[in-house]
């Protein structure tokens, strides 16, 4: 008889809002005014970690938070679904994550509509751009743009600049739709990726593009918490160790909670 160990998992709590068909972290929260929305990717979802920031927001400000973060999400995901965007425009305040600009619909192609690091298609004006590449070889947007950038750097520019411009466009039209208090969360990784830091291909002047749209704007660099230690306090199967080590680890966590919490006090001015 052998006895084989259980693997760690976390109980995400996994829930949905009214009509929208995206599966969010629970528990589900009341959506009885007045509340706070968190909209972001991976990092506001909170995957592998058992308290995150927006468990410790609403532990710090006695709000009541709803976590509307998406694994792999782009501003598409939540600007193109009316259910979700009904659920934003009835909350008192709403965080908005900084995401990144790969991950959303543009000149030069296509993502899914609700998983936005798929990518669906390519128009005409990116083929000739990079006529030598195959692109059904990609599923993904982050090893698509990777693939472009070694083919021909020099054409890749005016990929990024699309992205840019796609990404300052599609986010002051989100920020326009919502009624409620505004801030902006940028959870910078000064720590370099593929695409140097995260979120990829966002700077600060695409932030500062938007500040008008915006009340208030919080950004915490984790770059420092991002250490292998920290992977000793997540919860995850020894087969997603690769993928855990691409999450905010705990501290990052409660560093930014800690900064958020400050200003979702407030009703106007900066926090940093």
Same mark, same amino acid.
């Given at each position: 008889?052998?006895?084989?160990?259980?693997?760690?998992?976390?109980?995400?709590?996994? +829930?949905?809002?009214?009509?929208?068909?995206?599966?969010?972290?629970?528990?589900r929260?009341?959506?009885?005014?007045?509340?706070?929305?968190?909209?972001?990717?991976?990092?506001?979802?909170?995957?592998?970690?058992?308290d995150?920031?927006?468990?410790?927001?609403?532990?710090? $400000?006695?709000?009541?938070?709803?976590? @509307?973060?998406?694994?792999?999400?782009g501003?598409?995901?939540? /600007?193109?679904?009316?259910? @979700?965007?009904?659920?934003?425009?009835?909350?008192?305040?709403?965080?908005?994550?900084?995401?990144?600009?790969?991950?959303? !619909?543009?000149r030069?192609?296509?993502?899914?509509?609700?998983?936005?690091? *798929?990518?669906?298609?390519?128009?005409?004006?990116?083929?000739? @751009?990079?006529?030598?590449?195959?692109f !059904?070889?990609?599923?993904?947007?982050?090893?698509m743009?990777?693939?472009?950038?070694?083919?021909?750097?020099?054409?890749?520019?005016?990929?990024?600049?699309?992205?840019?411009?796609?990404? $300052?466009? *599609?986010? *002051?039209?989100?920020?326009s739709h919502?009624?409620g +208090?505004?801030?902006? /969360?940028?959870?910078?990784? !000064?720590?370099?990726?593929?695409?140097?830091?995260?979120?990829?291909?966002?700077?600060?002047?695409?932030?500062?593009?938007?500040?008008?749209?915006?009340d208030?704007?919080v950004? +915490?660099?984790?770059g420092?918490?991002?250490?292998?230690?920290?992977?000793?306090?997540?919860?995850?199967?020894?087969?997603?160790r690769?993928?855990?080590?691409?999450?905010?680890?705990?501290?990052?966590?409660?560093?930014?909670?800690?900064? @958020? !919490?400050?200003a979702?006090?407030?009703?106007?001015?900066?926090?940093?």
């Open positions: 008889m052998s006895f084989h160990a259980r693997e760690p998992a976390l109980d995400y709590y996994p +829930c949905r809002y009214g009509r929208c068909r995206i599966t969010f972290r629970g528990p929260a009341a959506l009885r005014p007045p509340y706070t929305v968190v909209v972001g990717g991976g990092e506001t979802f909170g995957k592998y970690v058992e995150p920031f927006t468990d410790q927001l609403a532990e710090r $400000t006695g709000r009541r938070i709803v976590n @509307l973060g998406i694994l792999n999400a501003i598409d995901a939540f /600007l193109k679904d009316d259910a @979700l965007m009904e659920i934003i425009r009835g909350a008192e305040t709403v965080v908005v994550q900084v995401m990144g600009a790969h991950n959303l !619909s543009n030069f192609y296509t993502v899914h509509p609700r998983r936005n690091d *798929r990518f669906l298609r390519h128009s005409m004006a990116l083929a000739s @751009l990079f006529p030598e590449v195959d !059904s070889d990609y599923a993904f947007t982050r090893h743009l990777a693939g472009l950038r070694a083919a021909r750097p020099e054409a890749f520019s005016l990929v990024v600049q699309e992205l840019r411009a796609a990404w $300052t466009a *599609r986010t *002051r039209l989100f920020l919502i009624p +208090c505004k801030i902006m /969360l940028w959870i910078e990784n !000064s720590g370099r990726t593929a695409f140097g830091p995260e979120p990829p291909f966002v700077d600060i002047d695409m932030l500062q593009a938007i500040e008008g749209e915006i208030k704007f950004q +915490c660099d984790v420092e918490d991002m250490t292998d230690a920290g992977l000793d306090e997540m919860v995850f199967p020894d087969g997603e690769a993928a855990a080590k691409m999450m905010l680890r705990p501290d990052a966590h409660a560093r930014i909670a800690r900064h @958020l !919490s400050r979702v006090g407030m009703r106007s001015g900066i926090a940093a």
